[in-house]
């Protein structure tokens, strides 16, 4: 129940194309979402954040789609560029503890 | 004015050696994290500490030992340092205790040989 389950483990998407990163989390005690991203040799560092009160969050070409019945959310990343290759977790928290998904390498082919 | 560091960066240390990594943070968040990422990017949580005092404990072997001096510092420190410990540890900080809003460190590569 406090799995946070990730996927693809690794994407390859056209410059320009549209990247589309899934998570899914079954304890509905979750009330916070955050996206992170990390690019090599550097930290994890919060990129987008979604509370389960709303169904999607938009932030520049980043955009989080979420789903509460189906227990799912997704990261869409429009106009996908070579700088946004790098590793993207998603998680999940209670306000007590925070569960990260395994990650997502993406790789923009430029 | 980095908000999360730590030192050093890069660990190189034979097998059986006894080693520390060091972590600051300036944000004034009241709790502070240690991760483990494997080679294969998982990011696993090992410590967390709130003003000072141990508030998760994972699945870690005791070697493993978190030292909070105050509320700024949080440093790992690692005893008989195995192959297995080759990884990259970061550490974080939030602002609540559990806090999804963390801030992590640059990483510390340590590699066991």
């Known amino acids: 129940q406090q799995q946070v389950k990730q996927s693809p483990q690794s994407l390859i998407v056209q410059k320009g194309g549209i990247s589309i990163i899934n998570c899914a989390y079954e304890n509905t005690a979750f009330d916070y979402f955050p996206w992170y991203q990390q690019f090599p040799g550097k930290g994890p560092a919060l990129l987008i954040a979604?509370?389960?009160?709303?169904s999607e969050k938009k932030e520049g070409r980043f955009t989080i789609s979420f789903n509460k019945s189906a227990k799912q959310f997704s990261l869409h990343i429009m106009d996908s560029q070579p700088g946004d290759s790098a590793t993207y977790f998603c998680?999940?928290?209670?306000?007590?503890?925070?569960?990260f998904g395994k990650g997502t390498r993406l790789h923009i082919l430029p | 004015d980095t908000a999360v560091s730590q030192t050093p960066k890069y660990l190189v240390t034979q097998m059986g050696n006894d080693k520390s990594i060091k972590c600051e943070q300036n944000l004034g968040h009241d709790t502070m994290y240690w991760y483990k990422q494997d080679s294969k990017k998982f990011l696993k949580i090992m410590f967390s500490y709130n003003n000072k005092e141990l508030i998760i404990n994972e699945t870690v072997p005791n070697r493993f030992s978190p030292k909070s001096p105050d509320k700024a510092h949080l440093n790992l420190h690692i005893n008989s340092l195995e192959l297995g410990d080759s990884a990259v540890y970061f550490c974080a900080s939030s602002a609540l205790e559990g806090g999804a809003e963390q801030y992590f460190g640059p990483g510390t590569r340590l590699t066991v040989t």
């Open positions: 998680a999940a928290s209670s306000g007590d503890k925070i569960i």
């Open positions: 979604i509370r389960p009160d709303v």
